[in-house]
């Protein structure tokens, strides 16, 4: 039976809002004939995410020679790929694949915090390891009594405990408000302003929490990251050895492409979403796509298999350089 045109199943009532038992995720709006063919490379992406992230978790964890600030910080950010990737990725699958649009109320409201705690604890991860990095290299006789063990497991507590920290006040805010009869969200998962869009009730505080601490994550490590990078560009022009500038620049540009890979399609998706009112819808949704399947993709590789340490044991007898 109908009641004001709406299923009554549709909807539950707290305390001081009620809220649709479900929401309906398109995936990617006009690009629906293609779903199919579009999930498998996004498929691929999520297999080498998955497989190559854990590989780095394993060899950290079982190579006690590899305990050390880089590889503590680089098994950090494997660990926050691999929960990052995998909390959108099955259900972008079985979207794409299997029109399993449907999302349960309270596991939509579950997927925005995760993609946005982690995606802080990524950026802080990022930044850690450019400190460290910027460490190494301008104060490499330092560098172990600087970044001691109990450093490292501190930064890596105070990037999680923000992310955590910063992220939760917004979904608590979201799951107090009642929501319209509308219940589609117009791309591939939830996420925090696709959600807000579908309240009817004034979101302004939501917005203005949001774009606080969206600004306040990433551009305090967006400077962090750049101080860092231009210390160490002017330590490396130093180098007597041109082979070792060229050796340290490829290395830093390796970097700084997966640091981008993360911001550019990162900042897109949020600036789209409140002022970007002109962007044809399947570009952003893209970027969207882009921003949470790139990046834990990249890394393994950039930092892993680029890495000798974890190459040669990924890969035994192999005699390549460093970069």
């Known amino acids: 039976m109908l009641e004001n045109g709406i299923h009554p199943l549709m909807w539950a009532s707290g305390n001081s809002s009620s809220h649709p038992v479900s929401f309906i995720l398109l995936g990617i709006p006009g690009l629906e004939a293609a779903h199919f063919w579009i999930a498998f490379p996004f498929c691929v992406m999520y297999v080498v995410a998955v497989t190559g992230n854990i590989t780095i978790l394993h060899i950290i964890r079982t190579d006690h020679t590899l305990h050390q600030p880089m590889y503590l910080f680089l098994a950090m950010l494997a660990l926050t790929d691999l929960v990052l990737s995998s909390s959108t990725q099955p259900k972008m699958l079985a979207i794409l694949w299997f029109h399993a649009r449907e999302i349960e109320y309270h596991a939509c409201l579950t997927q925005v915090f995760f993609i946005h705690a982690?995606?802080?604890?990524?950026?802080?991860?990022?930044?850690?390891?450019?400190?460290?990095?910027?460490?190494?290299?301008?104060?490499?006789?330092?560098?172990?009594?600087?970044?001691?063990?109990?450093?490292?497991?501190?930064?890596?507590?105070?990037?999680?405990?923000?992310?955590?920290?910063?992220v939760s006040p917004f979904c608590f805010m979201i799951s107090r408000m009642p929501f319209c009869p509308n219940k589609v969200i117009p791309q591939s998962y939830c996420e925090h302003m696709a959600v807000l869009k579908l309240v009817c009730a004034d979101t302004r505080v939501n917005r203005?929490?949001?774009?606080?601490?969206?600004?306040?994550?990433?551009?305090?490590?967006?400077?962090?990251?750049?101080i860092s990078y231009v210390m160490i560009l002017r330590a490396v022009l130093q180098l007597p050895s041109g082979e070792a500038r060229l050796k340290a620049f490829g290395?830093?540009?390796?970097?700084?492409?997966?640091?981008?890979?993360?911001?550019?399609?990162?900042?897109?998706?949020?600036?789209?979403?409140?002022?970007?009112?002109?962007?044809?819808?399947?570009?952003?949704?893209?970027?969207?796509?882009?921003?949470?399947?790139?990046?834990?993709?990249?890394?393994?590789?950039?930092?892993?298999?680029?890495?000798?340490?974890?190459?040669?044991?990924?890969?035994?007898?192999?005699?390549?350089?460093e970069p």
Not at 126 to 148: E, G, K, N, Q, W
């Open 118 to 166: 982690f995606s802080s604890v990524e950026s802080g991860v990022l930044m850690a390891m450019a400190l460290d990095r910027y460490v190494a290299i301008c104060f490499p006789l330092r560098h172990s009594s600087i970044l001691t063990t109990s450093v490292v497991i501190k930064l890596g507590a105070a990037v999680m405990m923000r992310g955590l920290l910063w």
């Open 208 to 226: 203005a929490y949001g774009l606080f601490a969206a600004f306040s994550v990433i551009g305090f490590d967006i400077i962090v990251i750049g």
């Open 251 to 321: 290395t830093c540009g390796s970097h700084i492409g997966v640091i981008l890979a993360l911001y550019v399609p990162a900042i897109f998706t949020f600036l789209t979403h409140r002022f970007g009112h002109q962007v044809p819808r399947v570009v952003h949704i893209m970027f969207a796509n882009v921003y949470l399947l790139v990046p834990p993709m990249l890394n393994p590789i950039i930092y892993g298999v680029r890495t000798k340490q974890i190459r040669d044991r990924v890969i035994p007898g192999c005699c390549g350089k």
